[in-house]
């Protein structure tokens, strides 16, 4: 009986990784060392290329020892005929940054602009965001495709010629046949018009290839810029090191500008015409199933019409982190809490991401939050509802898009003033999902209401049916700020607040970088006061003579920045916005929250009952609006 063939593998999409950080200087050299590596090895399939060795406390990789043994007796006698020390030949190819470069940056280059080879670490479980930080390289190897074969036809019809090309571009020097090189340039441009890049212009991105670019050089017959509005990412990173490898024959690249080389306007025209034809006949649909294939990591269940997630996967990645998942900072006002949140943030964000910030209110409701149907205007001004979604579901669909990629990211959700809402409305049903298990998965699932899996279906593909229910993946963050001090917030329940990881800023925590002086009356120089030890004396009297809790005290960055900002001899740039940040926000704040009830006991008798009287007293003789006893009290605090 004949055997028949199956039906076409169905591939998955391709990740672009059009957002990672890594660049690939030197692509030219790479590629001809990776080249080198097939020629030499009789062309494997799969070649571990490198072994690991210790330097200090780094770990880097060189070539294979077995490769290298090959590599050199395959090209001694042109190393011979050159005049190039065997030795010499072992320290470039270390020096390569297929050694050097981040495994992200080479997958860019080999897999998605040239289609050489598939790059992976020999150790399988390690992720590709491994060598993001640190020094440290790990055994990688390749996985050659026809790509490889095609490069080696051009070779073979005159190796020893194109081997000297392939030397000179690894850095070794010796003399070349140019006309080889051009061949060889041209046919490495061909493999990489299907490249895809990503730049950005205002607000929106620009994805495109080559191709678009030569279309535009055609057009315009101006320069075209490639720089964009944000920094170079992913494979636009390589687009450069490539033009600037003179890698595209027909392209000069400088300072962020592409003009056609020197030449090359009637070939350009020609070439880019069949580049167009190449990419239309490259753009494929095959249809095997009537119905829409799941998206990745979600499949049928057997036994019923619905559907199911796979032991969890969708929401599981391997990001790991030491921030907590769910986090409250809090503290007395101006101690610094969302400048804490901002500085973990930049590292949390430090190697890609993204976040969003809200401040609640006590207005602030679910449908907000989460999102809800509302009735929008199109460009025809035609009134329709739709799904609108709220920050958590924006940053919630944005973590699971990238939770299925190789290359996890963080996704951080900054909430302001978390207790100025009512946090049980506000978060309704999603308040389950913050239990979170120990890989940072939520441990418990809701149901999706029928709106959020049209939304999510819309977003992520597929049918509504696929998202029965909704968990938060391990590469979302959910932070918060609260200060328990303030007039009008709401009380959390005990269920709510275990769920979170609660860190206390204390009163004086970071006082040290707060260290300025001000003359607190205009031309007095009696008033002249330190911030920080004024502020303390404050806290002395609000604690000893009016009794209020901790989380009514100042905290040293109670004042804005630009308030209190200081000279190289620590004295405030501005007096005038000092004086008028501290009537109208320090003695505000004790007059009408911290020191409602006691305002007799803080101010002189006099002037206690009208803040406008207080700030005249201020403007007058400054701390003398706390009366005579604090005089001594402060000037105590001046001394030490």
């Known amino acids: 009986m004949a055997i028949r063939p199956d039906n076409i593998t169905t591939y998955s999409d391709i990740d672009l990784k059009l957002g990672i950080k890594s660049s690939l200087p030197h692509v030219k050299s790479a590629i001809a060392l990776a080249i080198l590596f097939w020629e030499c090895s009789d062309h494997p399939s799969e070649l571990i290329y490198s072994a690991s060795q210790k330097q200090g406390k780094v770990e880097e990789i060189v070539v294979a020892p077995d490769l290298n043994h090959r590599l050199i007796n395959f090209l001694s006698n042109i190393c011979n005929q050159n005049h190039i020390e065997l030795n010499r030949l072992t320290e470039t190819v270390n020096q390569n940054s297929l050694f050097k470069s981040q495994i992200e940056a080479l997958i860019v280059a080999f897999e998605l602009i040239w289609k050489i080879a598939r790059v992976n670490f020999v150790d ?153 034809t190449f990419l239309q006949l490259s753009a494929k649909k095959i249809d095997l199933h009537d119905e829409e294939v799941l998206p990745s990591k979600i499949c049928e269940d057997s036994t019923s019409n619905s559907y199911h997630v796979s032991d969890d996967s969708v929401f599981s990645t391997e990001l790991k982190s030491s921030y907590p998942r769910n986090r409250i900072i809090f503290g007395a006002p101006g101690t610094g809490k969302s400048w804490q949140l901002d500085t973990d943030k930049n590292k949390l964000l430090e190697n890609g991401g993204e976040f969003e910030r809200v401040t609640f209110h006590p207005d602030y409701t679910y449908s907000q939050f989460v999102g809800a149907y509302k009735p929008t205007t199109d460009e025809n001004g035609e009134i329709s509802y739709q799904f609108v979604p709220g920050p958590f579901m924006r940053i919630y669909v944005n973590a699971l898009k990238n939770s299925r990629t190789d290359y996890p990211q963080p996704y951080l959700l900054i909430i302001e003033e978390i207790n100025r809402a009512r946090v049980a409305s506000v978060f309704g049903d999603i308040f389950q999902l913050l239990d979170r298990k120990e890989d940072g998965t939520s441990q418990y699932a809701i149901q999706a209401s029928e709106d959020i899996k049209k939304y999510l279906a819309a977003e992520l593909g597929g049918q509504p049916s696929y998202y029965p229910i909704l968990k938060i993946p391990n590469n979302m963050f959910l932070w918060a700020t609260m200060n328990s001090a303030d007039q009008g917030v709401y009380p959390m329940d005990t269920a709510f607040k275990r769920r979170w990881t609660f860190e206390y800023i204390s009163i004086d925590a970071k006082q040290e970088e707060v260290k300025c002086t001000v003359n607190l009356v205009k031309d007095n120089p009696e008033t002249n006061v330190n911030w920080n030890r004024l502020r303390k004396a404050i806290n002395a009297k609000l604690l000893d003579t009016c009794r209020v809790n901790e989380d009514k005290l100042l905290g040293p960055f109670f004042l804005s920045k630009k308030a209190i900002k200081a000279d190289e001899a620590n004295h405030i740039i501005d007096e005038e916005a000092f004086r008028k940040a501290f009537k109208s926000k320090v003695i505000m704040y004790l007059f009408e929250d911290a020191a409602r009830q006691y305002r007799s006991r803080l101010f002189k008798s006099d002037i206690c009952k009208i803040y406008s009287s207080i700030c005249d007293e201020f403007d007058k003789h400054g701390m003398a609006i706390f009366g005579d006893d604090f005089k001594s009290a402060y000037y105590d605090q001046q001394k030490d």
Not at 168 to 177: H, K, P, R, T
Not at 264 to 269: E, G, K, T
């Open 124 to 276: 399988s479980n390690k992720s590709f965001s491994v060598e993001r930080t640190g020094g440290n390289r790990y055994q990688k190897k390749l996985n050659y495709t026809l790509n490889a074969d095609i490069i080696h036809c051009l070779i073979e019809s005159d190796r020893n010629t194109y081997l000297r090309v392939l030397l000179s571009w690894i850095g070794l020097d010796l003399n070349i046949d140019h006309s080889c090189e051009e061949r060889l340039t041209h046919l490495l441009c061909a493999l990489s018009e299907e490249a895809v890049f990503k730049l950005v212009d205002g607000e929106n991105d620009i994805i495109f290839n080559q191709n678009c670019i030569y279309e535009k050089l055609i057009e315009k017959h101006q320069s075209v810029n490639i720089d964009g509005d944000k920094e170079a990412k992913g494979s636009l990173r390589i687009l450069k090191s490539l033009l600037n490898d003179k890698l595209n024959p027909f392209l000069k690249y400088h300072s962020g500008n592409v003009d056609i080389a020197d030449g090359y306007d009637d070939a350009l025209s020609s070439y880019q015409k069949r580049v167009d």
